[in-house]
């Protein structure tokens, strides 16, 4: 039995400035935040988001700005505060990595694996990407330097703890083929049991000397080392919320056997979710919640490149909710591919996406339901009970698609055993809404209206008011302020058409 439903983006690095990708994560999981609050009530969701903001890079990046680097990180945490503000995020909470609260978590973390031998000191020597803040044997490397960003790397030899992989590679095997919903989409749960079964683990290096990088958490029992990055930013998902007893024990309301527990993450760093943090909490002996997913969406492209600020093709989500709203962003992010895969961007598809989508279908379907209730009835919604009239049989389709019917879409595809179909959801809430304009052209009321039939006409209109506060409460976790804007129009005592939802954009 689900009670409890905790959900995550990945904490953002905060180098440089949000882009589309991580609206895209956030947007995502904000939708399913507020659709599991629909269904299990407020009190039982639970939305973390945040900021990594520890690391060479943000060392480097504060240098180059003159700035200490708690000035820098204070300033671009706020950065993704008020992106998250503007695009409606509705998290519970945002964590920073430079918190009270998760530095002492992280200590107390690494005293346990310490105490344990599940951290030993050695030394390593290896190509290293600063960058990606990653060591890459010499096997790994490419011809253009790492093989996860293409720029170059140094060789580097020095004494660091390392955490031990190997010795759970077996469990974490067993672990994952026991587990099918643990890594989605299935492919990429796939390409993860590949890499496990095809090669040994290396030991993860947790650890940089203080006199090669200050700008970190302090190993509590190593005065000379600073925590790494990744190994630091993954446990945000438990020091956020919950603690370690004194013996011990991890203890938290949002880590239980009834939890459902979903890591949202862009498929680049599928490897430290999939494979690193299951190692860290298995180490600690934290038990996985049974209902534990890592979802690893695809990327946006641009002109079929990944974005990268050095291909001066990055996507800044302000400007675009600047220029096309907050709600036909965030349609657009979750309905032009499916997630998981990647997408190609171009401003000509939002645009395309608002005109046919939102203006053509949906907002024409309102502005006319409005103006019909206006001219036929004085903007009073007819009180007639729909269940009492017999219709054509597109009518009887529309009428089927009420109540659980239309709300089924949303468990189908957003539930909890789903693959998080978020486009499929919307293409059939939109199958609905086109359902119901051919209906106004088919039933065509003005010909109602002129024959006098006005009961006939009440049940028609009460019929498509009723289904439009159900699509209202079906997109609501998609566009908040659209389903907002549509109840209240709805809601008046007399309803008057007011100025379109959407009105059409122009191409440049």
Same mark, same amino acid.
């Given at each position: 039995?689900?009670?409890?439903?905790?959900?995550?983006?990945?904490?953002?690095?905060?180098?440089?400035?949000?882009?589309?990708?991580?609206?895209?994560?956030?947007?995502?999981? #904000?939708?399913?935040?507020?659709?599991?609050?629909?269904?299990?009530?407020?009190?039982?969701?639970?939305?973390?988001?945040?900021?990594?903001?520890?690391?060479? !890079?943000?060392?480097?990046?504060?240098?180059?700005?003159?700035?200490?680097?708690?000035?820098?990180?204070?300033?671009?945490?706020?950065? *993704?505060?008020?992106?998250?503000?503007?695009?409606?995020?509705?998290?519970?909470?945002?964590?920073?990595?430079?918190?009270?609260?998760?530095?002492?978590?992280?200590?107390?973390?690494?005293?346990?694996?310490?105490?344990?031998?599940?951290?030993?000191?050695?030394?390593?020597?290896?190509?290293?990407?600063?960058?990606? =803040?990653?060591?890459?044997?010499?096997?790994?490397?490419?011809?253009?330097?790492?093989?996860?960003?293409?720029?170059?790397?140094?060789?580097?030899?020095?004494?660091?703890?390392?955490?031990?992989?190997?010795?759970?590679?077996?469990?974490?095997?067993?672990?994952?083929?026991?587990? $099918?919903?643990?890594?989605?989409?299935?492919?990429?749960?796939? =390409?993860?049991?590949?890499?496990?079964?095809?090669?040994?683990?290396?030991?993860?290096?947790?650890?940089?000397?203080?006199?090669?990088?200050?700008?970190?958490?302090? +190993?509590?029992?190593?005065?000379?080392?600073?925590?790494?990055?990744?190994?630091?930013?993954?446990?945000?998902?438990?020091?956020?919320?919950?603690?370690?007893?004194?013996?011990?024990?991890?203890?938290?309301?949002?880590?239980?056997?009834?939890?459902?527990?979903?890591?949202?993450?862009?498929?680049?760093?599928?490897?430290?979710?999939?494979?690193?943090?299951?190692?860290?909490?298995?180490?600690?002996?934290?038990?996985?919640?049974?209902?534990?997913?890592?979802?690893?969406?695809?990327?946006?492209?641009?002109?079929?490149?990944?974005?990268?600020?050095?291909?001066?093709?990055?996507?800044?989500?302000?400007?675009?909710?600047?220029?096309?709203?907050?709600?036909?962003?965030?349609?657009?992010?979750?309905? #032009?591919?499916? *997630?998981?895969?990647? &997408?190609? *961007?171009?401003?000509?598809?939002?645009?395309?996406?608002?005109?046919?989508?939102?203006?053509?279908?949906?907002?024409?379907?309102?502005?006319?339901?409005?103006?019909?209730? =206006?001219?036929? *009835?004085?903007?009073?919604?007819?009180?007639?009970?729909?269940?009492?009239?017999?219709?054509?049989?597109?009518?009887?389709?529309?009428?089927?698609?009420?109540?659980?019917?239309?709300? &089924?879409?949303?468990?189908?595809?957003?539930?909890?055993?789903? #693959?998080?179909?978020?486009?499929?959801?919307?293409?059939?809430?939109?199958?609905?809404?086109?359902?119901?304009?051919?209906? +106004?052209?088919?039933? !065509?009321?003005?010909?109602?209206?002129?024959?006098?039939?006005?009961?006939?006409?009440?049940?028609?209109?009460?019929?498509?008011?009723?289904? +439009?506060?159900?699509?209202? #409460?079906?997109?609501? $976790?998609?566009?908040?302020?659209?389903?907002?804007?549509?109840?209240?129009?709805?809601?008046?005592?007399?309803?008057?058409?007011?100025?379109?939802?959407?009105?059409?954009?122009?191409?440049?």
């Amino acid at each position: 039995m689900v009670n409890r439903y905790y959900i995550t983006t990945p904490i953002y690095y905060v180098n440089a400035s949000p882009h589309i990708g991580h609206s895209y994560t956030t947007t995502a999981a #904000d939708t399913l935040a507020r659709f599991m609050r629909q269904r299990l009530g407020r009190e039982n969701v639970w939305f973390l988001t945040g900021t990594d903001e520890h690391g060479q !890079k943000i060392q480097r990046a504060a240098q180059e700005l003159g700035i200490s680097a708690e000035d820098f990180v204070d300033r671009m945490s706020q950065e *993704f505060r008020q992106l998250w503000e503007r695009l409606s995020i509705s998290y519970n909470d945002f964590i920073r990595t430079t918190e009270p609260r998760h530095i002492s978590c992280v200590q107390r973390v690494l005293e346990l694996l310490h105490a344990k031998s599940e951290i030993y000191l050695a030394q390593y020597s290896g190509w290293y990407c600063t960058p990606c =803040e990653t060591f890459w044997t010499e096997s790994q490397i490419t011809s253009q330097g790492c093989p996860e960003c293409g720029r170059p790397v140094e060789m580097i030899s020095e004494t660091n703890y390392f955490l031990r992989l190997k010795e759970h590679q077996k469990w974490l095997i067993e672990y994952i083929e026991n587990h $099918p919903d643990f890594v989605k989409p299935d492919f990429r749960r796939n =390409e993860v049991l590949s890499f496990l079964k095809m090669n040994e683990l290396s030991d993860l290096c947790i650890s940089r000397p203080k006199e090669r990088l200050e700008w970190g958490i302090p +190993i509590p029992f190593a005065s000379g080392h600073v925590t790494y990055v990744w190994f630091d930013a993954l446990i945000n998902y438990i020091s956020a919320v919950g603690f370690f007893d004194k013996n011990n024990r991890y203890v938290s309301n949002w880590w239980q056997s009834d939890t459902v527990l979903v890591h949202l993450v862009g498929k680049d760093i599928l490897r430290q979710h999939a494979i690193y943090w299951p190692i860290i909490l298995h180490a600690l002996d934290i038990e996985l919640p049974e209902k534990m997913t890592i979802f690893a969406h695809g990327w946006w492209l641009m002109h079929q490149a990944k974005m990268s600020k050095s291909r001066g093709n990055v996507v800044a989500p302000l400007e675009m909710v600047e220029r096309f709203g907050v709600d036909t962003y965030r349609y657009f992010l979750l309905r #032009d591919v499916p *997630f998981g895969l990647d &997408g190609n *961007f171009s401003e000509d598809s939002i645009i395309k996406r608002h005109n046919d989508d939102l203006a053509n279908d949906l907002g024409n379907l309102v502005q006319r339901t409005l103006t019909m209730v =206006e001219k036929y *009835f004085g903007g009073v919604i007819p009180s007639v009970e729909i269940g009492n009239f017999k219709y054509d049989s597109n009518g009887e389709l529309i009428k089927s698609k009420l109540g659980e019917s239309l709300k &089924g879409i949303l468990d189908r595809h957003l539930g909890f055993d789903s #693959d998080f179909n978020f486009s499929s959801a919307l293409q059939d809430i939109w199958e609905v809404i086109n359902l119901a304009n051919k209906y +106004i052209e088919e039933v !065509k009321p003005w010909n109602l209206a002129r024959e006098n039939k006005i009961k006939e006409l009440g049940f028609f209109i009460r019929l498509l008011v009723e289904l +439009i506060l159900q699509v209202a #409460d079906c997109i609501s $976790p998609f566009m908040p302020a659209t389903s907002d804007c549509i109840i209240q129009q709805f809601s008046q005592a007399t309803v008057k058409k007011g100025s379109p939802l959407f009105p059409r954009l122009e191409r440049r």
